[in-house]
């Protein structure tokens, strides 16, 4: 059963379009601007709290990386949160697609919806 809404998926686009669009462009202090500033990231590397660990995790990504998103469900636990769960292909100049799932909770700040939890696991598909 699929307990994706319109406007939940609407919420996520609006915030990953912009973390795509600044992973595309290899720039690390702009994906970091998604993240709240208390952001849990999960990569494929060790986690970091906080957007100075994100930047630094993009940073070290190599030029020329993108990212594919799909939603692939979410939903919303509380008031001014969005869970996320979506299928990611992140493409290479130089090596194969890696594909991964990720979620991701979205809270609504002040500023508006931004990351404050992000987990990569390697797709078993």
């Known amino acids: 059963m699929n307990h994706t809404t319109e406007a939940d998926e609407t ?3 609006g ?3 912009g ?3 600044a992973v595309d462009r290899h720039q690390p202090d702009r994906v970091a601007a998604f993240f ?3 952001a849990i990231f ?3 590397h060790p986690y970091s709290v906080g957007r100075p660990g994100i930047a630094a995790y993009y940073d070290g990504q190599p030029l020329g990386m993108t990212a594919e998103y799909r939603v692939l469900e979410t939903r919303r636990p509380a ?3 969005v869970l996320g769960y979506l299928g990611v292909d992140f493409s290479f100049t130089d090596r194969p697609t890696i594909a991964v799932h990720l979620g991701v909770l ?3 700040t002040e500023q508006g919806w931004a990351i404050a939890h992000y987990q990569v696991s390697p797709s078993t598909d």
Do not use: C, N, P, S
């Open 11 to 13: 919420i996520l686009r």
């Open 15 to 17: 915030v990953l379009d």
């Open 19 to 21: 973390w795509k669009a």
């Open 36 to 38: 709240t500033e208390d």
């Open 42 to 44: 999960q990569g494929l």
């Open 79 to 81: 008031d001014g949160l």
């Open 106 to 108: 979205l809270r609504r």
